[in-house]
């Protein structure tokens, strides 16, 4: 059922002849899924060179953003999604090919964090602090 909505998307994808894709998802995915969505590419016509997990992969655009160039440590958090993922995530630079290369070092998260919950939370916060700053509104 997947597969047939990433047909049209192909169809545009084979126009511009973009063949290769890399695919991210979320931090927590059981195993189990990942030959599924490498399949579900292979069913669009792509031929997926990775499968990239959130935090990885921000880690990454971060490092490109920001033209980093050495050794570094982020912590990089997810919040959002119903969930809140936080990953401690080492990038080594390449200078030779002058690749990125990183490595999850840590990872941990809370599934009751995040999305409606914690967008919920927030909401009361600040209706709360309003109501006390201002009195009577």
Same mark, same amino acid.
């Given at each position: 059922?997947?597969?047939?909505?990433?047909?049209?998307?192909?169809?545009?994808?084979?126009?511009?002849?973009?063949?290769?894709?890399?695919?991210?998802?979320?931090?927590?995915?059981?195993?189990?899924?990942?030959?599924?969505?490498?399949?579900?590419?292979?069913?669009?016509?792509?031929?997926?060179?990775?499968?990239?997990?959130?935090?990885?992969?921000?880690?990454?655009?971060?490092?490109?953003?920001?033209?980093?160039?050495?050794?570094?440590?982020?912590?990089?958090?997810?919040?959002? *999604? /119903?969930?809140?993922?936080? @990953?401690? +995530?080492?990038?080594?630079?390449?200078? $030779?090919?002058?690749?990125?290369? &990183?490595?999850?070092?840590?990872?941990?998260?809370?599934?009751?964090? *995040? /999305?409606?919950?914690?967008? @919920?939370? +927030?909401?009361?916060?600040?209706?709360? $602090?309003?109501?006390?700053?201002? &009195?009577?509104?």
């Amino acid at each position: 059922m997947l597969s047939l909505r990433f047909q049209p998307i192909s169809a545009i994808l084979r126009e511009i002849r973009l063949r290769k894709q890399v695919q991210f998802v979320t931090q927590f995915l059981n195993f189990d899924y990942l030959p599924r969505l490498h399949h579900t590419g292979q069913i669009a016509g792509l031929n997926v060179m990775q499968i990239v997990n959130e935090p990885t992969a921000a880690a990454i655009a971060f490092c490109y953003d920001r033209q980093i160039k050495e050794k570094k440590l982020a912590l990089v958090y997810d919040l959002g *999604g /119903g969930t809140f993922d936080v @990953s401690l +995530v080492q990038i080594q630079y390449e200078t $030779e090919t002058s690749l990125l290369y &990183p490595e999850v070092i840590a990872s941990n998260g809370d599934g009751h964090l *995040g /999305g409606l919950d914690f967008t @919920s939370n +927030v909401r009361d916060l600040f209706v709360e $602090e309003f109501l006390r700053a201002n &009195p009577g509104k």
